[in-house]
């Protein structure tokens, strides 16, 4: 394609893949009906005028065939070579090798391809005791370690049924798990939760607040956020609200877990690499620095606010951060101290990367607001 994928129509881009597929792959189709089968469908499904296109194109295929040959080098094409090999987009891959290593990216781009295990948080035993009743009950499981309470399950075991009732528990990433660890919110507090369905960073607080008001923009996740709630015995108000404009004030603690890119979850949500720009991180951004600076005038004097993402952009983590505290002078991190140094930046700031964890990557800073 001398002008690239991108001038072929939709139609046409995806009926040529279908072809290249059965000359290349199928094995039983030969190559001759491979070709004429394609151009026929495209003829019906598009018009004329691609056909002729398309028949040159598949006979370019079939004559070049596939093989490693096909593709970038690791050696003379690094970053084409992830992004074709590790199937990322390629403004991703260049933006994570102006940050890290080559081997940094490589390791991340094989996590996001990895098949992403099931891990859980006890509710009502600790990690030892819930260990030994699901043993006792036949599952397999492990402790994720690194500052979380979360147990890692055998592939492929269904958290319903016998395992649920062994041992009540939520599905939880650790990277979530330590997001909730780390915001370290005392007893005996009033808790506003802006972002806060499907609710498993705050049902999952070690301690447990006085008074939770858990608000979410979409009334259908409130709803999800209502049987998860009740499933686990965690009573909490309930409230359909925006974070940009939320109906708290005087909270001890405010949780924003905010909208982001997500991409420190691209193992758990493969398709969400195609749907991202790079513009897409600057909206975001603009978003979170609003949804922040509403966060801060809901919490009272000497109380906290913990902001949180699921991406690992430091236009939508660090950035967003220090954009704030330059803003809010009465505002300061506070790093709780009990989630290990690993976790953690030298600012405080809790850090997980995937491509160092096998966890989802996660963001979170503790803002203390001055008395």
Partial sequence: M???????????????????????????????????????QIKETVGGPPAGFANAALRKVAAAGDGPDRFPSEHDDFAGYLERWG?????????????????????????????????????????????ERLIA??????????GSFCLRLQDGV??????????????QDPAANLVSVYADVPSGTMVADLCAAPGGKVLALPARPDFILAADRSESRIRMLKDNAHRVGHPMALVVADALHPPVLGADVVLLDAPCTGTGTLARHPDARWRLSPDSISEMAALQ???????????????????????????????????????????????????????????????????????????????????
């Fill in 2 to 40: 001398r002008r690239g994928l991108e001038s072929v129509d939709g139609r046409v881009l995806e009926l040529l893949r279908l072809g290249a597929y059965q000359i290349l792959y199928m094995g039983s189709v030969p190559e001759y009906a491979g070709v004429s089968e394609t151009v026929n």
């Fill in 87 to 131: 199937s990322h987009p390629r403004w991703l891959i260049d933006r994570w090798l102006a940050r890290w290593s080559g081997d940094d990216v490589r390791r991340l781009v094989i996590a996001n391809n990895r098949r992403p295990a099931t891990h859980i948080v006890p509710l009502e035993c600790d990690l030892d005791q819930t260990t």
């Fill in 137 to 146: 009950a036949g599952f397999e499981a492990t402790a994720a370690g690194r």
């Fill in 158 to 171: 269904s958290v319903r049924g016998a395992l649920a009732a062994a041992a009540p528990a939520i599905v």
């Fill in 289 to 371: 620095d609003g949804m922040l600076a509403a966060a801060a005038d809901c919490v009272r004097p000497g109380g906290l606010v913990v902001y949180s993402t699921c991406t690992l952009e430091p236009e939508e983590n660090e950035a967003v951060v220090e954009a704030f505290l330059s803003d809010r002078v009465n505002f300061s991190i506070e790093d709780s101290g009990v989630v290990p140094a690993s976790m953690k930046a030298e600012d405080g700031t809790l850090v997980v990367l995937p491509q160092d964890t096998e966890f989802d990557g996660a963001f979170a800073a503790r803002l203390r607001r001055v008395s």
